[in-house]
C-alpha cells in the first residue's frame, strides 16, 4: 500500500470529479484581520470599522447571485479570509442561513470555518462554549493557523498568537470537533529539520486529522519581502525548503496521512471536500472582496477593495470582473491543478474536452519528465512521482499549450 501511496497509483480513492457533476461549492472571504503577517499577500483590512456593513453585503451579494448556481446543490461551504473567526456567531448564522434561502444545499454539507488560535481563546473564554456555538449554527470542520509552534518562528511572522495559545487551543479544540485542519509553514530561513520534525510531531501528538503545508514564500511587496531586500531577514533557502518537505511527506506517510495534493496531507474520510472540488474542476462561487468564482468556462473575481465592494453591493450591482477562457486555457488549468493531486490528469478527459491535438500535444511533452521519473503514466492517469512532487508547478508549465 505504502508503495501505491509514493506512486499515486489510489484507484481505491475514487476521482471526486466523477460524484460531483451537479454540485457546487461556495466561498465567503472575510477581508479582516487583527494584524498583518509579514509574508501575507491577501485581501485583508486590519480595521473593523466596517465590518457590520459588509457582513450585510455579503448576504446581499449571496442573493443577488442565486441564479449562476440554480442548476447545482451547494455540496461546500468555506468562511475564508482574513480572519473568518473574527465574526460573531450572530453573523456566521446570518450569513449561513442566507445561503441555505437562496440556494439548495445537500443534507450535511461540509462547512469549513478558518480560525486564528487567540481568537477561538479570546471568545472562548468570554463564552464558554465558543466550540459547541460552532456546531450549533452547522460548522462541521476547522481550519486553524498554527503556523508554528515555536515562539520565535511566530514572532518573526508577526503571528497574532502565541506559541502557548496554539497549543492550548488544539487541545480544547479536538475535544469538540474531530475534522480539523492545521497550517504549517515550512522552509523558514535557519529552520533546522530537528525542529520542523518538533513541529510535526507536536501536530501529530493532538491527532488532528489533516494538514495543509506550504513553503514560507516571499510575495512581492508584502513586510518580508521588504525585509529581506533591506538584508534584516535571511533569503529563502530552496535546498531547505525541499528537505523540509521531504521530511514532511515520509512522516505523514507513517501517521497514515494520503498526501492527496502537493500541500495537503489527509486522513482517509478527512480531505478537504471544498479544497478538492476546486482542483477538480467544480463550479464555486466566491463571496466578498477579492474572491474568485469559476463555471466551466468562465472565471470571476470581485474588487479587492472593502469600500467599493460595499457599494456597489448596495446599488444592486455585482462589483466584479469576468472572463471566458479560451480552450487552451481550460486545458492548463486543468494541467496545473490535477497535476498537484493524487487523480493527476485523466488523457480521457483532456481528449474529450479538449481535443485529440491536446492529447497528443500532453502525451510529447510529458515524455522527457517520464524519462527522468518526474512524472508517471499508468491506467491513462499522468501524475507526478514522489521524485517530482517539489517540482509539480514547474513541470506542469512545460506542459502548457501557449501557441
Given at each position: 500500500m505504502?508503495?501505491?501511496?509514493d506512486y499515486n497509483?489510489?484507484?481505491n480513492?475514487?476521482n471526486?470529479?466523477?460524484e ?9 472571504h ?6 498583518a503577517?509579514?509574508y501575507c499577500?491577501?485581501?485583508f483590512s486590519?480595521?473593523?470599522k466596517?465590518?457590520?456593513?459588509l ?7 449571496l442573493?443577488?447571485?442565486q441564479d449562476?448556481?440554480k442548476?447545482?446543490?451547494?455540496e ?6 482574513g480572519?473568518p ?5 450572530e ?11 437562496n440556494?439548495q444545499?445537500?443534507?450535511?454539507p461540509e ?9 477561538l481563546?479570546s471568545v ?6 465558543i466550540?459547541?456555538d ?10 486553524i ?10 514572532i ?8 502557548l495559545?496554539a497549543?492550548e487551543?488544539?487541545s480544547?479544540a479536538?475535544r ?10 515550512y522552509?523558514i530561513p535557519?529552520?533546522?529539520?530537528e ?15 489533516h494538514?495543509?503545508s506550504?513553503?514560507l514564500t ?10 529581506i531586500?533591506k ?8 535546498a ?7 521530511h514532511?511527506?515520509a512522516e505523514t506517510?507513517?501517521?497514515g ?6 500541500s495537503?496531507f ?11 472540488s ?8 466566491g463571496?466578498?472582496?477579492?474572491a ?16 467599493k465592494?460595499i457599494?456597489?453591493?448596495?446599488e ?5 470582473t469576468?472572463?471566458t477562457?479560451t ?9 496545473m ?7 493527476g ?7 474529450t474536452?479538449f481535443g ?7 502525451l510529447?511533452?510529458s515524455?522527457k519528465?517520464?524519462n527522468?521519473q518526474?512524472?508517471?503514466?499508468d491506467g491513462?492517469k499522468l ?8 517540482l ?8 502548457f499549450?501557449?501557441d
Amino acid at each position: 500500500m505504502k508503495k501505491d501511496l509514493d506512486y499515486n497509483h489510489l484507484s481505491n480513492i475514487s476521482n471526486p470529479t466523477e460524484e460531483r457533476q451537479s454540485t457546487a461549492g461556495i466561498y465567503i472571504h472575510i477581508p479582516f484581520c487583527k494584524q498583518a503577517c509579514y509574508y501575507c499577500d491577501f485581501h485583508f483590512s486590519t480595521s473593523l470599522k466596517k465590518k457590520d456593513e459588509l457582513v450585510q453585503a455579503l448576504g446581499k451579494e449571496l442573493e443577488l447571485r442565486q441564479d449562476e448556481l440554480k442548476n447545482h446543490t451547494i455540496e461546500t461551504i468555506y468562511f475564508g479570509g482574513g480572519t473568518p473567526s473574527l465574526l460573531t456567531i450572530e453573523e456566521l448564522r446570518f450569513l449561513i442561513a442566507k445561503v441555505y434561502k437562496n440556494y439548495q444545499v445537500i443534507e450535511n454539507p461540509e462547512i469549513t470555518l478558518e480560525a486564528n488560535p487567540d481568537d477561538l481563546l479570546s471568545v472562548r473564554d468570554q463564552s464558554g462554549t465558543i466550540f459547541e456555538d460552532y456546531k450549533n449554527i452547522g460548522i462541521n470542520r476547522l481550519s486553524i493557523g498554527i503556523q508554528s509552534f515555536f515562539e520565535d518562528d511566530l514572532i518573526a511572522m508577526n503571528r497574532a498568537h502565541s506559541s502557548l495559545e496554539a497549543k492550548e487551543c488544539l487541545s480544547e479544540a479536538t475535544r469538540h470537533f474531530n475534522n480539523i485542519t492545521i497550517d504549517l509553514i515550512y522552509g523558514i530561513p535557519n529552520m533546522s529539520l530537528e525542529k520542523w520534525n518538533k513541529n510535526l510531531e507536536m501536530a501529530f501528538g493532538f491527532g488532528v486529522n489533516h494538514i495543509s503545508s506550504y513553503a514560507l514564500t516571499v510575495e512581492p511587496k508584502t513586510a518580508l519581502d521588504t525585509f529581506i531586500k533591506k538584508g534584516q531577514y535571511p533569503p529563502m533557502d530552496d535546498a531547505l525548503a525541499q528537505l523540509h518537505f521531504k521530511h514532511l511527506i515520509a512522516e505523514t506517510q507513517k501517521q497514515g496521512f494520503v498526501h492527496y495534493e502537493i500541500s495537503n496531507f489527509g486522513k482517509p474520510g478527512f480531505f478537504s471536500k471544498h479544497n478538492t472540488s476546486y482542483w477538480q474542476g467544480t463550479p464555486y462561487l466566491g463571496i466578498g472582496p477579492s474572491a474568485h468564482s469559476f463555471h466551466g468556462n468562465t472565471r470571476s473575481w470581485n474588487v479587492a477593495n472593502n469600500t467599493k465592494y460595499i457599494k456597489g453591493i448596495q446599488e444592486n450591482k455585482l462589483p466584479h470582473t469576468m472572463e471566458t477562457l479560451t480552450v487552451q486555457e481550460q486545458y492548463n488549468e486543468y494541467v496545473m491543478t490535477g497535476l498537484r493531486t493524487i487523480w493527476g490528469v485523466s488523457l480521457d478527459k483532456v481528449e474529450t474536452d479538449f481535443g485529440t491535438v491536446f492529447k497528443t500535444y500532453l502525451l510529447e511533452q510529458s515524455k522527457k519528465h517520464i524519462n527522468q521519473q518526474l512524472l508517471y503514466l499508468d491506467g491513462g492517469k499522468l501524475t507526478v512521482t514522489e521524485k517530482g512532487k517539489f517540482l509539480s508547478d514547474g513541470i506542469a508549465s512545460d506542459l502548457f499549450k501557449l501557441d
